[in-house]
Nanobody, 125 residues
Framework: VQLQASGGGLVQAGGSLRLSCASS????????MAWFRQAPGKEREFVVG????????KYADSVKGRFTISRDNAKNMVYLQMNSLKPEDTSVYYC???????????????????WGQGTQVTVSS
């Protein structure tokens, strides 16, 4: 199983970025997907997750209204559109996959069995 995150970069506050996560080696439509982030010296935190079919989405309060997750099961891809970025969004962003029944989107990182390598997002003030 491989998860490959991409799309990170340096952006000014108020700007936008779109992260992508390409998966291989798993039956993508049977996995809930999520984005987590981890800043230096901090614990990894849940950002947003999406259920197998996309019918259930959960956001962290800190990103609600600014970030949007989506998935394309035909392409084995999950995306994170990040708008109105703030300096506090600066982190390494990881995509994660969990084999799950329909509608399940855990917020706990320990629930996810597969992880991508991370992509750095830096928001300057």
């Amino acid at each position: 199983v491989q998860l490959q995150a991409s799309g990170g970069g340096l952006v000014q506050a108020g700007g936008s970025l779109r992260l992508s996560c390409a998966s291989s080696g798993l039956t993508f439509s049977r996995y809930s997907m999520a984005w987590f982030r981890q800043a230096p010296g901090k614990e990894r935190e849940f950002v947003v997750g999406i259920s197998r079919s996309g019918g259930v989405i959960k956001y962290a309060d800190s990103v609600k209204g600014r970030f949007t997750i989506s998935r394309d099961n035909a392409k084995n891809m999950v995306y994170l559109q990040m708008n109105s970025l703030k300096p506090e969004d600066t982190s390494v962003y990881y995509c994660a996959a969990k084999s799950a029944i329909m509608g399940i989107v855990p917020r706990d990182a320990s629930e996810y069995g597969y992880w991508g390598q991370g992509t750095q997002v830096t928001v300057s003030s």
